[in-house]
């Protein structure tokens, strides 16, 4: 079974920074197409926010360029969130997001969420 452990969620004044972290564990882990973060604000649909490809290709959502930045350790299985310059807008829950490679194409693959509030 495939276990993502997300942690560094917090309370975080606006201006400030917090960096997440998320850990890939399997019996056997398949190679890894990719690892990133999404996150779901309160009455929203989960959205993308980085994500990291095996080459080191990444993406952003626009609203992070500039102040997140995604990193991995593939020797960990591991994934960071580096996150800057943050906004109340930022407060949501964070969710780790994993694509393995499989027989049928790929497997995707969501951790439990870390919540992450931006707040006076």
């Known amino acids: 079974q495939v276990q993502l452990v997300e942690s560094g969620g917090g309370l975080v004044h606006p201006g400030g920074s917090l960096r997440l972290s998320c850990v890939a564990s399997a019996g056997t882990m398949p190679p890894i197409l990719a690892m990133g973060w999404y996150y779901q604000a309160p009455g929203k649909e989960r959205e993308l926010v980085a994500t990291?490809?095996?080459?080191?290709?990444?993406s952003y959502a626009d609203f992070v360029k500039g102040r997140f930045t995604v990193s991995r350790d593939k020797a960990k299985n591991t994934v960071y969130l580096e996150m800057n310059s943050l906004k109340p807008d930022d407060t949501a829950v964070y969710y780790c997001?994993?694509?393995?490679?499989?027989?049928?194409?790929?497997?995707?693959?969501w951790g439990n969420g870390t919540l992450v509030t931006v707040s006076s």
């Open positions: 997001y994993l694509r393995l490679d499989h027989y049928v194409g790929y497997m995707d693959y």
């Open positions: 990291i490809t095996n080459n080191g290709r990444r």
